[in-house]
């Protein structure tokens, strides 16, 4: 059964970082295009970011350009983010979503909140 | 950016009622859309891909239509379990994805 389980959410303050994790099972990861999405507390979907299947090509919203990073390792199954410099803006459920080269999110992980906060 | 707007807001109806959702796009984006259903305190699932072709294990009653710029999620007959937000996505600039802000289907 696939699956797709975020961690390493949490509070942290303005300023700092914290690298998200997401480990799959279930699918051929190493095939599959991943993505974050985000959804700040009871508002809308907004995507973050993107990752190719062998990690040779990404993209991300002008928001985090420059502070986020995704990152990808096909022999663990798992998918990172590493977001530095968070802001207040940066609070939100972040979901991972696998991707089977459409650019639809057909499976979505649970979510990790993260919270910037002083 | 594609911008994608939804409407209505928010829709009250009853079970069994028809269900008709908007979204409309900023510039054309062809037939590469989505629809996904969100229920409070989940994930959100795709139901609707490339406009009118449902997802794996969607029920008959969901029906997605349009190209171009305009779109429309329909249920045909609302069932307890339907009220939820609804989300479009587009994929036509796939460097820089976009979502609508959503409808949330309530009961009436």
């Known amino acids: 059964q696939l699956q797709l389980v975020e961690s390493g959410g949490g509070v942290v303050q303005p300023g700092r970082s914290l690298r998200l994790s997401c480990a799959a099972s279930?699918?051929?990861?190493?095939?599959?295009?991943m993505h974050w999405v985000r959804q700040a507390p009871g508002k809308g979907l907004e995507w973050v970011t993107f990752i190719s299947y062998d990690g040779s090509s990404q993209s991300y919203t002008d928001s985090v350009k420059g502070r986020f990073t995704i990152s990808r390792d096909n022999s663990k199954n798992t998918l990172f983010l590493q977001m530095n410099s968070l802001t207040a803006e940066d609070t939100a459920i972040y979901y991972c979503a696998r991707d089977r080269g459409t650019k639809y999110f057909d499976n979505w992980g649970q979510g990790t909140l993260v919270t910037v906060s002083s | 950016e594609i911008v994608l707007t939804q409407s209505p807001a928010t829709l009250s109806l009853s079970p069994g009622e028809r269900a008709t959702l908007s979204c409309r796009a900023s510039q054309s984006v062809s037939s590469s859309l989505a629809w996904y259903q969100q229920k409070p305190g989940q994930a959100p699932r795709l139901l609707i891909y490339?406009?009118?072709n449902r997802a794996t294990g969607i029920p008959a009653r969901f029906s997605g239509s349009g190209s171009g710029t305009d779109f429309t999620l329909t249920i045909s007959s609302l069932e307890s379990e339907d009220f939820a937000v609804y989300y479009c996505?587009?994929?036509?600039?796939?460097?820089?994805?976009?979502f609508g802000q959503g409808t949330r289907l309530e009961i009436k």
């Open positions: 996505q587009q994929r036509s600039n796939w460097l820089s994805l976009t």
């Open positions: 490339d406009a009118s």
């Open positions: 279930g699918l051929t990861f190493s095939k599959s295009g």
